[in-house]
Nanobody, 124 residues
């Protein structure tokens, strides 16, 4: 069983940066693929970024490539999402997810555990 707690969200102006953190419980954190998803009001939850257990594979949604960076620290059981050059369209609740046997990082159904989310609001 893995429990995930996100933090670091907030209200910022366009062009600013935020770093989200996701702290995971459980001794097997390092074996999980970790992902970030987001959900804006009235829209479906969408893939943002994911990272494999070694950090050697990272995938990003086209909408965030070049602006967001995912990383993980297995010693701290934490995954991060550095978000730069934020835009109003990045406004959403951001969710952390963990999956054991994830090959298709984009697929929500492949992730076994989810956090409760953290709100990111970007004003223009």
């Amino acid at each position: 069983q893995v429990q995930l707690v996100e933090s670091g969200g907030g209200l910022v102006q366009a062009g600013a940066s935020l770093r989200l953190s996701c702290a995971a419980s459980g001794p097997t954190f390092s074996s999980y693929v970790m992902g970030w998803f987001r959900q804006a009001p009235g829209k479906e939850r969408e893939f943002v970024a994911a990272i494999n257990w070694t950090g050697g594979r990272k995938d990003y949604a086209d909408s965030v490539k070049g602006r967001f960076t995912i990383s993980r620290d297995n010693a701290k059981n934490t995954v991060y999402l550095q978000m730069n050059s934020l835009k109003p369209e990045d406004t959403a609740v951001y969710y952390c997810a963990a999956g054991r046997m994830v090959t298709d990082y984009v697929a929500r159904s492949k992730y076994n555990y989810w956090g409760l989310g953290t709100q990111v609001t970007v004003s223009s």
